[in-house]
């Protein structure tokens, strides 16, 4: 992105400070080398613009690039993310009522590969709700979440464990938590390392980390990749994250286990290993285990195939 872009769009964000955005390697793989899928994505409220989104040619990681610092994020979850995805701070009633019920339904899938009491963290928890469940059944619990409205609703409103905090600024003591709940927040995090190296240090031996995120695009993919999902994941690098980290996924799915508001989301649980499984790490990768660029750009000129035979919403949430 050269200036006049980079200003276009702190301009549509109504950003007074200048934030220069910088080139990042792959954050799987580590990686320099990326093929560049998309120059203009969405910036929702059907604004397009530029804000490159690149495949790292080694793993197939999808992202963008370049990228900015952590205080840009930083303001731009604390308020403007909400005002245009939603258009208020106030958390709408259908919003609320649809935490409370995929918390339901998370913890009843869950509750066959969990202790009857334990601890868990939610990172990116919005307002906390999905906490409910497992509160009612005396789990000890925390969450964390950048945008601050909805994160002192929580705290406030409903009385919950929630913080208003950036994920990688979470304090969480080693081996302490059970299960570590990511749902369709693992694209948005600044540092995905980082969070990860915090959930790595912080789950017991055998604990359970659950990540959600967007599937295939449901509708054209020019609405697909959009300014507030900073990385995107297939099946094969949402378990390689895991894998680098010490998490030995044992179920992946598509399945809707959260209930049917979140079409087309990949599920996937891991167990905590350690060495056992991150050792495994680099060698996955150069024996297969990878998305490949030539296979996302034809799923993507497929899913732009099918739109236009048959056009249906897309995924912008």
């Known amino acids: 992105m050269n200036i006049k872009e980079v200003k276009k769009y702190l301009n549509y964000l109504k950003f007074k400070k200048f934030y220069k955005?910088?080139?990042?390697?792959?954050?799987?793989?580590?990686?320099?080398?990326?093929?560049?899928?998309?120059?203009?994505?969405?910036?929702?409220?059907?604004?397009?613009g530029i804000l490159p989104?690149?495949?790292?040619?080694?793993?197939?990681?999808?992202f963008q690039n370049p990228r900015f610092n952590k205080e840009f994020y930083f303001n731009y979850y604390k308020k403007t993310y909400r005002d245009i995805t939603l258009k208020t701070q106030i958390p709408p009633k259908i919003y609320?009522?649809?935490q409370k019920k995929r918390g339901e339904k998370l913890f009843k899938f869950l509750k066959q590969y969990l202790p009857k009491k334990g601890s868990m963290l939610d990172v990116g928890c919005s307002i906390g709700l999905m906490m409910k469940p497992f509160l009612k059944k005396k789990w000890k619990c925390q969450g964390n979440d950048p945008i601050k409205s909805y994160a002192e609703w929580g705290k406030n409103k409903y009385k919950l464990p929630v913080k208003w905090i950036q994920s990688e600024d979470m304090i969480i003591k080693n081996n302490s938590l059970d299960l570590i709940i990511i749902m369709g927040s693992i694209e948005h995090v600044v540092d995905l390392n980082l969070v990860m190296k915090k959930c790595e240090k912080g789950i017991k031996k055998n604990g359970i980390l659950v990540l959600e995120s967007r599937g295939d695009p449901l509708g054209h993919t020019k609405g697909f990749f959009n300014q507030s999902h900073h990385r995107y994941f297939f099946e094969n690098t949402l378990q390689l994250i895991m894998i680098k980290y010490?998490?030995?996924p044992f179920l992946t799915t598509k399945y809707p286990i959260t209930g049917p508001t979140r079409e087309n989301t990949i599920f996937c649980l891991g167990r905590y290993k350690g060495k056992s499984v991150s050792k495994n790490f680099k060698k996955l990768i150069t024996y297969g285990k990878k998305e490949t660029c030539s296979d996302i750009e034809y799923k993507l000129k497929y899913h732009d195939y099918l739109s236009k035979i048959n056009p249906g919403k897309l995924l912008l949430r």
């Open 21 to 48: 955005p910088k080139i990042k390697p792959c954050e799987l793989c580590g990686s320099k080398n990326t093929k560049l899928l998309r120059r203009k994505i969405s910036w929702n409220n059907n604004k397009f």
């Open 53 to 62: 989104v690149h495949c790292c040619t080694n793993c197939g990681f999808v």
């Open 96 to 98: 609320l009522k649809d």
């Open 246 to 248: 010490g998490f030995e």
